[in-house]
Nanobody, 129 residues
Framework: QVQLVESGGGLVLAGGSLRLSCAAS????????LGWFRQAPGKERDIVAA????????YYADSVKGRFTISRDNAKNTVYLQMNSLKPEDTAVYYC??????????????????????WGQGTRVTVSS
């Protein structure tokens, strides 16, 4: 079992920045691919960014490319999402997710929520104009 706990959400003005963190329990963090998803009111949950278990590959949704950066620190069992140049349309609840332990495909970035096995409780981000 893996438990994920997000933090770092809040209220920010458009153009501002936030860094989300997601701390994981357990000793197998480095063997899992990770992702950040978001769900705005009345909308489906969408992928924001993903990072492979090797840490060598990343994926970004077109809407955040160039503004958001995903990274992981395996020594701290933590994945981050640095969000810059925030826009009102970035307002959502942000969730981190982890896959099962991966013995292969360690350079692959998983983009579908169905490919993730563990989810955090979410942290709310509100961007005001």
């Amino acid at each position: 079992q893996v438990q994920l706990v997000e933090s770092g959400g809040g209220l920010v003005l458009a153009g501002g920045s936030l860094r989300l963190s997601c701390a994981a329990s357990g000793r197998t963090f480095s063997d899992r691919a990770l992702g950040w998803f978001r769900q705005a009111p009345g909308k489906e949950r969408d992928i924001v960014a993903a990072i492979s278990s090797s840490g060598g590959n990343t994926y970004y949704a077109d809407s955040v490319k160039g503004r958001f950066t995903i990274s992981r620190d395996n020594a701290k069992n933590t994945v981050y999402l640095q969000m810059n140049s925030l826009k009102p349309e970035d307002t959502a609840v942000y969730y981190c997710a982890a896959t099962k332990i991966l013995y292969q495909s360690r350079d692959y970035c998983y983009r579908s929520g169905e490919e993730y096995n563990y989810w955090g409780q979410g942290t709310r981000v509100t961007v005001s104009s």
